[in-house]
C-alpha cells in the first residue's frame, strides 16, 4: 500500500545537539511537507519541495534545514538554533496540480531532555 | 490573508447522534477543501476531499458539503459511535498560491459517550 513513513516514532534531543526525522513516500507525489503541531496553535508549516532539489522556507523556518536529493524522501533536521523544539511533527505529500489532496505520516514526537 | 475558523472547538455527543461539524474560510479562491481526523498523538487521516467545483462528498457515515461564495464547509456524521472521538480538522488548499500550502483551522474535538 502507497504511503508516508516517518521515523523515528518518538525522538529524544539534548541540548546543543542536531537531529534528523525522516521521511519517505511511495506515493509517486512531487510535493512533500513538514508542518509543527504545537497544543493551541495548529499546524504551521515549516519547509515545502515542489519538485527534487529544490524546497522553499514556510512560515517558521528558523532552526530547521532540509534536503530533497530524491523524489521520495524529504528529511528534516532540527537544530540546535531551534530554541524551542519539542513538538510533534507531521510530514506530507500531494501530487503537483490543485485537485489532489494531502496524504500524512503518522509523526514524529521530538522533545528535548 | 486566507484563515480558516471551526466552530465548536469541543463537542460532546451521546452514541447515535447526527451531528455537524463547522468550517469557515475568508478567501473563496481555492482548490480545495478537505476534512481531516486525528487521533491523539497520530497523524491525520484524511476523510474527504472537496474540489472547488463539487458541493458535496460523502464516505460511509461521512457527508462533507462545500459552499464557496458563503466560505462554509460542513462534515456531517451520521449515527455516532464512540470509535468516532477523535480531533476533526478542516483545511483548505489556496487558490491564490501556487505552493500547495494548506492552511488549517484549529480543529473540533468531538467526544462520542456510550
Known amino acids: 500500500d502507497g504511503g508516508i513513513t516517518q521515523s523515528p516514532k518518538y525522538l529524544f534531543r539534548k541540548e546543543g545537539q542536531n537531529v534528523t526525522l525522516s521521511c519517505e513516500q511511495n506515493?509517486?507525489?512531487?510535493?512533500m511537507y513538514w508542518y509543527r503541531q504545537d497544543p493551541g496553535q495548529g499546524l504551521r508549516l515549516i519547509y515545502y519541495?515542489?519538485?527534487?532539489?529544490?524546497?522553499q522556507k514556510g512560515d517558521i523556518a528558523e532552526g530547521y534545514s532540509v534536503s530533497r536529493e530524491k523524489k521520495e524522501s524529504f528529511p528534516l533536521t532540527v537544530t540546535s538554533a531551534q530554541k524551542n523544539p519539542t513538538a510533534f511533527y507531521l510530514c506530507?505529500?500531494?501530487?503537483?496540480?490543485?485537485?489532489?489532496?494531502?496524504?500524512f505520516g503518522s509523526g514524529t514526537r521530538l522533545t528535548v531532555v | 490573508k486566507q484563515e480558516v475558523t471551526q466552530i465548536p472547538a469541543a463537542l460532546s455527543v451521546p452514541e447515535g447522534e447526527n451531528l455537524v461539524l463547522n468550517c469557515s474560510f475568508t478567501?473563496?479562491?481555492?482548490?480545495?477543501l478537505q476534512w481531516f481526523r486525528q487521533d491523539p498523538g497520530k497523524g491525520l487521516t484524511s476523510l474527504l476531499l472537496?474540489?472547488?467545483?463539487?458541493r458535496e462528498q460523502t464516505s460511509g457515515r461521512l457527508n462533507a458539503s462545500l459552499d464557496k461564495s458563503s466560505g462554509r464547509s460542513t462534515l456531517y456524521i451520521a449515527a455516532s459511535q464512540p470509535g468516532d472521538s477523535a480531533t476533526y480538522l478542516c483545511?483548505?488548499?489556496?487558490?491564490?498560491?501556487?505552493?500547495?500550502?494548506?492552511?488549517f483551522g484549529q480543529g473540533t474535538t468531538l467526544q462520542v459517550k456510550p
Open positions: 506530507a505529500s500531494t501530487g503537483t496540480g490543485g485537485v489532489y489532496g494531502y496524504t
Open positions: 483545511a483548505v488548499r489556496p487558490g491564490s498560491s501556487n505552493t500547495g500550502k494548506l492552511i
Open positions: 519541495s515542489q519538485i527534487v532539489n529544490d524546497f
Open positions: 506515493l509517486n507525489h512531487d510535493a
Open positions: 472537496i474540489q472547488s467545483s463539487q
Open positions: 478567501d473563496s479562491a481555492i482548490y480545495n
